[in-house]
């Protein structure tokens, strides 16, 4: 039902900036609860950001400050702005849509931070 597009990572060094885009197919992609996750290696993945279809927000801890997750219904896009980046952020980070028992994720986009 719903496809996820995902797109904006990249190298960038300590103290930098990226920002990530997901964009979605559908006709209701505003019903979604749409979030961000990441998977460094050899650990498991996990939530860094969610925004609900009402634009309720919710960050993990290390991230509250420097991530900011939005969402534009006309475009059917989520967004990820990353600033002050460290390198304990570098990992494949994943966009999530769901809506009650539709779950759906991105391929995933790579995020490189170096020292």
């Known amino acids: 039902q719903v496809q996820l597009v995902e797109s904006g990572g990249g190298l960038v060094q300590a103290g930098g900036s990226l920002r990530l885009s997901c964009a979605a197919s559908?006709?209701?992609?505003?019903?979604?609860?749409m979030a961000w996750y990441r998977q460094a290696p050899g650990k498991q993945r996990e939530l860094v950001a969610a925004?609900?279809?009402?634009?309720?927000?919710n960050y993990k801890d290390s991230v509250k400050g420097r991530f900011t997750i939005s969402r534009d219904n006309a475009k059917n896009t989520a967004y990820l702005q990353m600033n002050s980046l460290k390198p304990e952020d570098a990992a494949v980070y994943y966009c999530?849509?769901?809506?009650?028992?539709?779950?759906?994720w991105g391929q995933g986009t790579q995020v490189t931070v170096s020292s």
């Open positions: 999530n849509a769901n809506y009650g028992v539709s779950n759906h």
């Open positions: 559908g006709s209701i992609f505003r019903l979604y609860t």
């Open positions: 925004i609900t279809s009402s634009g309720t927000t």
